[in-house]
């Protein structure tokens, strides 16, 4: 499995070689260096844990300080760790960059999105309104949520007002339209979770072929 972590820049187009344009997200990925690596023998799992974007020394925790330091590398403001199927052919202290991917991979991309607050039912799960005249009383009301005397409850689960977004969020089999090693940029086709700016996590899909 190839992982990288990047920033989310926003989303352009590009123009194939048929005169087709072709939507794509920009994705500043990289560099990343493999701060740690999980072994079965060792820890009961096989991960590797990539760190991304400087930091200073100030900003960052006494204990994260010393793992960075037995790396040989300056602090780092992002750590994710990634489960892995097999051993990682990865070290410690190793750079991780845009080039292992290639154009025509499909990638899985892990993002957060967007917090929206507190919603309602319509914008949260797509419900529909009432009428807006003759008096009704149910324009953008949930309406009823439950029974009468029997059950005498609110089943668990039920489409509800609440806090909407901010949630982790895969897409996944997403091709690589584009590599810029020079820029450190992946150009994905289509749409990923998250605001411009917001950390992402792009690794192999599973299926792991290309189109």
Do not use: W
């Not at 794509?24 to 023998?41: E, K, L, M, N």
């Not at 953008?140 to 977004?165: E, L, W």
């Not at 086709?189 to 599973?206: M, N």
């Amino acid at each position: 499995m190839t992982l990288i972590l990047g920033r989310k820049k926003g989303m352009t187009q590009l123009f194939t070689e048929d005169g087709r344009h072709v939507g794509v997200t920009v994705v500043s990925a990289g560099p990343c260096v493999v701060t740690q690596v999980r072994t079965q023998s060792v820890d009961g799992y096989d991960a590797v844990q990539l760190g991304y974007d400087d930091t200073t020394e100030k900003r960052t925790k006494k204990p994260q300080s010393g793992h960075f330091k037995k790396v040989g590398c300056p602090p780092k403001q992002v750590l994710r760790e990634e489960r892995l199927p097999a051993a990682a052919e990865m070290s410690v202290g190793d750079t991780v960059n845009v080039e292992v991917f290639e154009p025509g991979d499909i990638v899985d991309v892990v993002g957060t999105t967007k917090g929206r607050g507190f919603a309602g039912t319509i914008k949260r799960h797509g419900f529909s309104r009432g009428a807006a005249t003759h008096g009704c009383m149910n324009y953008r009301r949930p309406g009823s949520i439950g029974a009468a005397a029997y059950p005498a409850r609110v089943f668990k689960g039920k489409r509800m007002s609440g806090h909407y977004g901010d949630e982790r969020h895969t897409t996944k089999n997403i091709e690589v339209v584009q590599v810029d090693a020079t820029r450190n940029l992946l150009f994905l086709k289509g749409s990923i979770a998250g605001p411009r700016g917001g950390i992402v996590q792009v690794r192999t899909a599973k299926t792991g072929s290309k189109k």
